[in-house]
């Protein structure tokens, strides 16, 4: 088994029944096991900012899945929950956005899996939950994640 890092976020509809509901779904899969989830909490929007705040969330996992295969289920569940993809559009409107932040100390660059999530240590609407889940969080290849979020601008995270 190893510990992973599941980033869960949404903006669209009743965003924090759906990130519970999401984690359900989560520890329903065979070889997952859910240890912790974070606080909910509410953030503005990234990237394009001319939409609904976020509620975001991290859960602490074990598993048996390989990376690729934990990637495959995150997605099935945002398909689940109404989630499309379009192609080339970033940072919009979600019903449900799942991100594999950490998957235990693996580096992993591969055509459609980064582990870690290439922009952890730049966002606080990941690290502050992540930091509520595994406290001594470190982020292969960049450091401890509290030394990430001390630098962060912190005014926009707001525990629901």
């Known amino acids: ?3 992973a890092c599941i980033g869960l976020g949404a903006n669209l509809g009743d965003a924090a029944d759906t990130l519970r509901r999401a984690v359900e779904a989560l520890a329903r899969h065979e070889g997952v096991v859910v240890r912790a989830v974070s606080r909910f909490y509410r953030t503005p929007a990234w990237g394009k900012e001319d939409q609904p705040d976020f509620i975001n969330a991290v ?3 074990e598993t048996s899945l390989a990376p690729r295969a934990l990637l495959e289920r995150l997605l099935a569940v945002e398909a ?8 080339g559009e970033r ?3 979600r ?4 991100d ?8 992993i660059d591969e055509p459609g899996l980064q582990v870690p999530h290439p922009h952890l240590h730049e966002r606080a609407f990941a690290l502050v939950p992540l930091l509520d889940v595994l406290p001594a969080a470190r982020i292969p290849g960049w450091g401890d994640a509290r030394d990430a979020v001390s ?3 912190m005014s926009n995270i707001h525990p629901l």
């Open 59 to 61: 859960a602490l996992l």
């Open 91 to 93: 940072w919009g409107p």
């Open 95 to 98: 019903t449900l956005d799942l």
């Open 80 to 87: 689940e929950f109404g989630r499309h993809r379009p192609s």
């Open 1 to 3: 088994m190893v510990q």
């Open 100 to 107: 594999l932040l950490l998957y235990g100390d693996a580096v």
């Open 151 to 153: 630098v962060l601008e």
